[in-house]
Nanobody, 120 residues
Framework: SQVQSETGGGSVESGGSLRLSCITS?????LGWFRQGPGQEREGVAG???????VYADDVQGRFIISIDNAKDTLYLEMSSLKPEDTAMYSC?????????????????WGQGTQVTVSS
């Protein structure tokens, strides 16, 4: 499994939308998006397993959508209704370890991250 650098971050106003992308290959269990806000620990945002089952953190449920285009080996995170508290460095990850797809322990490979800033 490998991941390449994320793209699609930027600055938006509250209520806006962004789509993050990263190229992945060869994952065997989960692909996911994580974020780390200023002074905060990294947290799982959304994950998808090899069967296509998706999981989301409670505070993004209904606003964010994770998807994968297997033909392009590309993982996406569609983010809408963005809030200032969504401001963070977002990273994609690929993992082969057992566990819930929002757990860091599942993941073996990480992207460099892309900054998302939401202004009020």
């Amino acid at each position: 499994s490998q991941v390449q650098s994320e793209t699609g971050g930027g600055s938006v106003e509250s209520g806006g939308s962004l789509r993050l992308s990263c190229i992945t290959s060869g994952y065997t269990h989960c692909l996911g998006w994580f974020r780390q806000g200023p002074g905060q620990e990294r947290e799982g945002v959304a994950g998808i397993d090899v069967n296509g089952e998706k999981v989301y953190a409670d505070d993004v449920q209904g606003r964010f959508i994770i998807s994968i285009d297997n033909a392009k080996d590309t993982l996406y995170l569609e983010m809408s209704s963005l809030k200032p508290e969504d401001t963070a460095m977002y990273s994609c990850a690929a993992g082969a370890n057992d566990g819930y797809c929002l757990w860091e322990s599942v993941y073996n490979y990480w992207g460099q991250g892309t900054q998302v800033t939401v202004s009020s």
